[in-house]
């Protein structure tokens, strides 16, 4: 268990819609991570988040957003839907940034998004 | 643009054999950060390794060894008298320090170890 919790585990839903994927870092962890994975398109980084304030960002759709609220848990919001978004969702967690000690990432077991 | 290569799509081996998966990047910065992440069967994804680019040592850890060489823009990942356990999904990502932690990850290798 790595202490990353992501919410709901699976998720179904039809095209046009909008869902809200929740994750929760590790206590202590400041940097929270989104990353989609998919046949396809293999692994991809969407964004990152540090003590609320985002630092990069991916390869993430317009269509996609995300926040980090001050009890450091992070929100992935996909909207309008398509097809193409089926995917497993991960969250990661840090301490830090790049260039410093604890930097190592901590995931969350995924969630599987299937949209009909 | 950064980009990351994993030229080996699956690799089979016999229990305790070794095995180096291969991951070669290209970037354009002279600061930037390799990862190594291991996803199972089970489909969690698991961090291995960080190393900068200032960086070169070649790294040990138990059975695993990490091989830094920037003139070939390479960092390739052995698993010494690999187990069973080892199966799995295993990805090589780039960071560039840009200020923030842009990944781009190799497409993966599948290593199935075989009893």
């Known amino acids: 268990d790595s202490g990353v919790t992501q919410t709901p585990k699976h998720l179904i839903t039809a095209t046009g819609q909008r869902v809200t994927l929740r994750c929760s870092p590790r206590s202590g962890d400041l940097s929270v991570y989104w990353y989609q994975q998919s046949l396809d398109q293999g692994l991809q980084f969407l964004i990152h988040?540090?003590?609320?304030?985002?630092?990069a960002k991916g390869n993430i759709l317009e269509r996609f957003s995300a926040q980090q609220f001050p009890d450091l848990h992070s929100e992935l919001n996909l909207s309008s839907l398509e097809l193409g978004d089926s995917a497993l969702y991960f969250c990661?967690?840090?301490?830090?940034?790049?260039?410093?000690?604890?930097?190592?990432?901590?995931f969350g077991p995924g969630t599987r998004l299937t949209v009909t | 643009a950064q980009k990351v290569t994993q030229a080996q799509t699956e690799i089979s081996v016999v229990e305790k054999e070794d095995v180096t998966l291969d991951c070669v990047y290209e970037t354009r910065d002279t600061t930037y950060y390799l990862f190594w992440y291991k996803q199972p069967p089970s489909g969690e994804l698991v961090f291995l390794i960080r190393?900068?680019?200032?960086?070169?040592q070649n790294e040990i850890s138990g059975r695993y060894s990490w091989n830094f060489q920037k003139s070939t823009s390479s960092f390739n990942f052995t698993i010494t008298a690999s187990q069973v356990v080892d199966s799995a999904v295993y990805f090589c990502a780039l960071s560039e320090d840009n200020y923030g932690q842009n990944f781009v990850f190799g497409p993966g290798t599948r290593l199935s170890v075989l009893p």
């Open positions: 190393r900068n680019s200032f960086d070169e």
């Open positions: 990661a967690s840090s301490v830090g940034l790049a260039g410093g000690e604890g930097y190592e990432q901590y």
């Open positions: 988040y540090y003590n609320g304030e985002e630092r």
